[in-house]
């Protein structure tokens, strides 16, 4: 079982930067494929980044791809997601999903919420126009 647990959101006027972070639970985070997901008032939840549990690859939704970056620390059993050049359009809840990527069935890059077995509560993040 992985416990997983967002922080970092928060209120940013358009054009700033935040960090989100999601810590999870559990001796095995190093085999997980770790992702961000998001959904916004009155949308479906969209995916946002993956990274790969060996941090060798990751992949990006069009829409973040140059202003967000993910990133890992698995001695900290910890995902980061850096978000740059914020727009209103970005404000949403975002959560962090982990999937074993060492006994995944479903291929790379995971980009479907079936895809991923564990989630976090979510952190709000708004941007301000």
């Known amino acids: 079982q992985v416990q997983l647990v967002e922080s970092g959101g928060g209120l940013v006027q358009a054009g700033g930067s935040l960090r989100l972070s999601c810590i999870a639970s559990?001796?095995?985070?190093?085999?997980?494929?770790m992702g961000w997901f998001r959904q916004a008032p009155g949308k479906e939840r969209e995916f946002v980044a993956v990274?790969?549990?060996?941090?060798?690859?990751?992949y990006y939704a069009d829409s973040v791809k140059g202003r967000f970056t993910i990133s890992r620390d698995n001695a900290k059993n910890t995902v980061y997601l850096r978000m740059s050049s914020l727009k209103p359009e970005d404000t949403a809840v975002y959560y962090c999903?982990?999937?074993?990527?060492?006994?995944?069935?479903?291929?790379?890059?995971?980009?479907?919420?079936?895809?991923?077995?564990?989630w976090g509560q979510g952190t709000q993040v708004t941007v301000s126009s």
């Open positions: 559990g001796r095995t985070f190093s085999s997980y494929d």
């Open positions: 990274i790969r549990w060996s941090g060798s690859r990751t």
């Open positions: 999903a982990g999937i074993n990527g060492e006994t995944t069935r479903w291929g790379w890059p995971p980009r479907e919420r079936l895809n991923y077995d564990y």
